[in-house]
């Protein structure tokens, strides 16, 4: 068991640091995207409207359980019948909204960052914190950090209707109404962004300790070791595939919200 | 040769401060051949430790421009040459004197740590039957050569100064190390979450970025065993599996 340690150097005040280097701006890039993801994705979701294009959806309002019918919602309805009537806005992204955000919040690698970026503690490697005490995750709130794997499912399923998306996008409607296989930049958008998306979620750190990283022997077990090794393999680029898809994915909704406004049309390719 | 400046930390305990010097540096000169020209021509009483001059003895740990790392491997030329470099002892353990620390606390926590408890033998010559794979996850951990770099710069030690609770990455690694082992049969885990204190890391990844042994200290260590923590003490879910299936792999 650690013991206390006396005769420690004086702690630096917050900022305090013989770095050179620009250690600050990190957590500044940090702050600034994570913040206009935010501020962008809110305003998106509480539109609800110019979400849907042709054969494009957004991502911030898929699944489309209720929404416009004619971008042909599970419900076919505009909103639920039990959606209380005090609250004035009703917007489909709202009941979907919360498994991405939940996901990305408790992410292992987004907690080292916006911790830094926000808290801060600390704003960087070697930098003064600006408190001395310090509880970190073993008590409420951030203890609900440990929910993270239960997050997971959800964000694997949003795979799956992000997907289909990407292949309703391949089809476009002929005058004479039948679908035709085809191509738009659309299309390359929308797949682009169940890659990163992919490539960001299944390299998760729950999903590497649940899919064979909580054993000791993956020897003989050949499917399990390919799968931990694929996981293993997005896992050491999770940082990369977390800011891509971030960002990708708002790319993804200003692209189809332009489109579904008039003020750019989806470039057809084939 | 140049001359470069130095900012040399020189006191004890009882505090000290940074003493300028200039030194004729050679081509290809690092940070500990320096400090021993310091040594030799203008300071014959600075302490320093140091032993392999290799990056393997993990001796020669300090701050360099702010930063913890190993004097031994730290060239001059690949520092700003516009700028005097400083160099300090590391901030999360007390000073001996000058760039030399205490660092025995580490060893008496790795001491109370529960020790490799390896399964009865497979064969009579006390041999055991393990699969590369299997041998290759935990062999990362054992690249460690004990500089602890990655102590200095957590700020759980550093800045708020947590020794008696959190034991910090240098023995999250040293516990990754057992209880990934497939021989091993010791359960770590209500350990990690009590008495080294493991839910005080708030995975800054600072001790990675420091390890002179390039070890992925928060992916494949602290991460992992975060997770049995979950599995052991806050997922109900894998609570219940395990106890349906039994506790074995």
């Not at chain 1, 498994?99 to 907690?111: E, G, H, I, K, Q």
């Not at chain 1, 390359?188 to 909580?214: P, Q």
């Not at chain 2, 760039?99 to 055991?128: C, M, Q």
Request: glycine share 6%; proline share 6%.
């Amino acid at each position: 068991m650690p013991s206390k340690v006396t005769a420690l150097p004086v702690r630096r005040t917050f900022g305090e640091t013989m770095r050179t280097d620009a250690w600050w701006l990190q957590p500044v890039v940090v702050f600034v995207v994570f913040t206009s993801f935010v501020i962008y994705s809110t305003w998106a979701a509480f539109q609800g409207n110019n979400y849907y294009s042709g054969n494009l959806l957004s991502p911030f309002y898929s699944p489309l359980i209720w929404g416009d019918p004619e971008a042909h919602s599970f419900t076919g309805t505009l909103e639920p019948g039990w959606w209380p009537s005090f609250l004035p806005v009703f917007s489909p992204a709202f009941v979907i909204l919360w498994a991405p955000v939940s996901f990305r919040l408790t992410c292992y690698y987004y907690r080292g960052a916006y911790y830094k970026a926000y808290w801060p503690g600390p704003s960087s490697c070697s930098v003064g914190t600006p408190r001395e005490a310090y509880m970190g995750e073993r008590n409420f709130p951030l203890i609900l950090q440990n929910a993270h794997r239960y997050t997971l499912p959800f964000a694997l399923l949003l795979l799956v209707f992000l997907s289909h998306d990407a292949w309703k996008a391949l089809w476009f409607q002929t005058e004479s109404g039948s679908e035709k296989l085809g191509l738009s930049l659309g299309t390359i958008v929308l797949t682009a962004n169940v890659v990163l998306l992919s490539g960001y979620t299944f390299g998760c750190h729950s999903l590497r300790h649940l899919i064979g990283g909580g054993i000791d022997k993956l020897a003989g077990r050949p499917v399990q070791r390919a799968a931990y090794e694929c996981v293993s393999w997005c896992n050491g680029r999770h940082m990369i595939w977390a800011w891509c898809s971030l960002i990708w994915v708002s790319f993804t909704d200003i692209y189809v919200r332009l489109c579904a406004m008039g003020i750019w049309a989806d470039w057809r390719i084939l | 040769m140049k001359t470069t400046t130095f900012k040399v930390w020189q006191g004890n305990s009882d505090g000290g401060e940074l003493k300028t010097y200039e030194v004729e540096v050679d081509q290809g000169y690092v940070v500990l051949d320096a400090i021993h020209r310091i040594q030799a021509e203008q300071a014959n009483d600075l302490a320093v430790r140091w032993n392999c001059k290799a990056g393997k003895c993990g001796s020669c740990s300090a701050e360099v421009n702010g930063s913890p790392k190993l004097m031994c491997m730290t060239r001059i030329d690949e520092l700003p040459a516009d700028k005097p470099i400083t160099v300090e002892p590391m901030r999360t353990f007390p000073v001996v004197k000058d760039l030399v620390t205490d660092v025995s606390w580490n060893y008496e926590v790795k001491a109370s740590i529960k020790r490799f408890s390896p399964k009865t033998a497979d064969h009579e010559d006390g041999s055991w039957d393990m699969d590369q794979y299997d041998v290759e996850r935990p062999q990362e951990f054992r690249k460690c050569i004990e500089c602890f770099l990655c102590q200095d710069v957590c700020h759980v030690l550093r800045d708020h100064q947590l020794h008696d609770r959190f034991a910090g990455p240098r023995h999250y690694v040293y516990v990754a190390n057992m209880e990934m082992n497939p021989i091993d049969t010791g359960d770590r885990v209500a350990e990690l979450r009590e008495e080294l204190g493991i839910g005080y890391c708030n995975i800054t990844k600072c001790c990675t970025k420091v390890c002179p042994e390039g070890i992925t200290i928060t992916d494949n260590a602290i991460i992992p065993l975060k997770e049995r923590v979950v599995d052991q003490s806050y997922d109900p879910l894998a609570r219940l599996i395990k106890l349906v299936k039994g506790s074995g792999d």
